[in-house]
């Protein structure tokens, strides 16, 4: 009996040793159909937090991927870049093909293929481009080629599928809502292509709104983003943002505009969940609905506004210019009104206004209360909002619009 007892501690030692042993020696060796090996995930085990993030990332880092694209293109270049001085856009330009690389990140989601990222990572950048090859590649360097499933650009979200076999492990999508601010945040991906780097921070924040402009000149708006500290750079788009557990929280997105440090945002995870389900039941391109566009420049209520305008009510919204053939331009409204109410809610500052339509779609009707510089009275007209466009140009009207500038935001214009 103890003669059996010793053995079969030595078969479990010897199966442990061989464990081991292949762990170290193969986990980089793909298989004779170059994809790559099947990978078990690391134990949550560890006292201290710095031993719960190291495995963290080690149960994770398998299943997070690079992503290649290569775009094709035309662009226009012009003739001679001292008549382009004079003639702007319009001046004479040749056509001329282009070909560029792009990078991103992602990770596996589940046991059929699909990688989700970021719509941005997987979509032409620029007017009269295309994506022509997506290439994934593994930790283990092993490469398969990718197809585009879905995307949903108003959410910045995609999901690529490779036909391979013997996946790393699905990643697992925690539940965001019940974030704390100030727990710890890891991001996996290739910022940068540097392959597998990872940083930490903390949850910083929630439901922050950024307004991100595209290279085609279109601002998207995203909201109830997961603000984080760390370090989000370019490459690590698409990539997750775990949690101690090695739980996607988020999907890593942006930094904020200026290049700011320590602020980064993500997509949070039952974003992700559920936006990720209507592209898998629906795949195809789903772009964003238009933003609203009034036409307007706004700002606050002044002393030097009301001395120019005789506007002696209380509260409000100071209309300072209109963009000629907006809708509001369409609706009569003039530089020197006052908006008081929309949709029957007071307004008294003008950040919450531009909020409130910032909320709003094209095509959206909205009842706006006006006072009238012109008749020195109240009305109520009806807009529909029209389609933001790339460049909204704020030409000054006349018939003694307020000339007093000063205060107002430059990015106060629905």
Request: hydrophobic content about 35%; cysteine-free.
């Amino acid at each position: 009996m103890p003669t059996a007892i010793v053995a079969l501690v030595g078969a479990i030692v010897g199966a442990f040793v061989m464990m081991l042993y292949a762990s170290t020696h193969f986990s980089n060796i793909a298989g004779p159909d170059n994809t790559p090996p099947a990978v078990s995930a690391a134990p949550l085990s560890g006292g201290s937090d710095q031993d719960r993030i190291v495995n963290a990332v080690k149960r994770t880092k398998p299943s997070v991927v690079a992503i290649g694209v290569t775009v094709n293109g035309k662009q226009y270049i012009p003739v001679d870049p001292f008549l382009q001085q004079f003639f702007g856009q319009q001046g004479p330009t040749v056509p001329q093909t282009f070909s560029g690389k792009a990078s991103g990140s992602g990770f596996v989601f589940d046991d059929k293929g699909d990688i989700v990222t970021n719509a941005h990572v997987v979509r032409p950048p620029l007017p009269n481009s295309q994506v022509t090859d997506i290439t994934v590649t593994f930790p283990n360097n092993a490469r398969a080629k990718a197809k585009l499933i879905a995307a949903n650009v108003g959410a910045d979200l995609a999901v690529i599928r490779v036909d391979t076999k013997n996946l790393p492990p699905p990643l697992q999508l925690a539940d965001s809502d019940k974030l704390q601010q100030g727990q710890w945040a890891i991001a996996i991906g290739e910022p940068y292509e540097l392959q597998q780097s990872v940083s930490v921070g903390v949850v910083s924040a929630f439901n922050r709104t950024e307004p991100i402009q595209t290279e085609t000149g279109q601002t998207i708006t995203f909201k109830g983003l997961l603000q984080t500290s760390a370090p989000i750079n370019p490459g690590n788009s698409g990539g997750p943002l775990i949690d101690m557990n090695g739980d996607v929280i988020g999907v890593n997105q942006s930094t904020l505009r200026g290049g700011a440090e320590g602020i980064g945002f993500a997509i949070p995870s039952n974003t992700v969940r559920q936006v990720v389900a209507q592209m898998l039941a629906h795949p195809g391109i789903t772009e964003p609905p238009a933003q609203a566009f009034l036409g307007v420049q706004l700002g606050p209520v002044t002393q030097g506004f009301r001395q120019q305008t005789n506007y002696r009510g209380q509260g409000g919204v100071a209309v300072y210019q209109v963009v000629s053939g907006s809708p509001a331009d369409q609706a009569g409204l003039n530089p020197g009104d006052v908006i008081l109410r929309m949709n029957g809610k007071t307004y008294n500052n003008n950040q919450d206004l531009v909020n409130a339509i910032g909320k709003l779609h094209s095509g959206d009707k909205v009842s706006l209360e006006i006072w009238s510089q012109q008749t020195g009275t109240k009305r109520l007209v009806q807009i529909t909002l029209g389609a933001r466009p790339a460049q909204a140009g704020f030409e000054p009207q006349g018939g003694g619009g307020p000339q007093d500038q000063q205060g107002i935001p430059p990015d106060q214009n629905p």
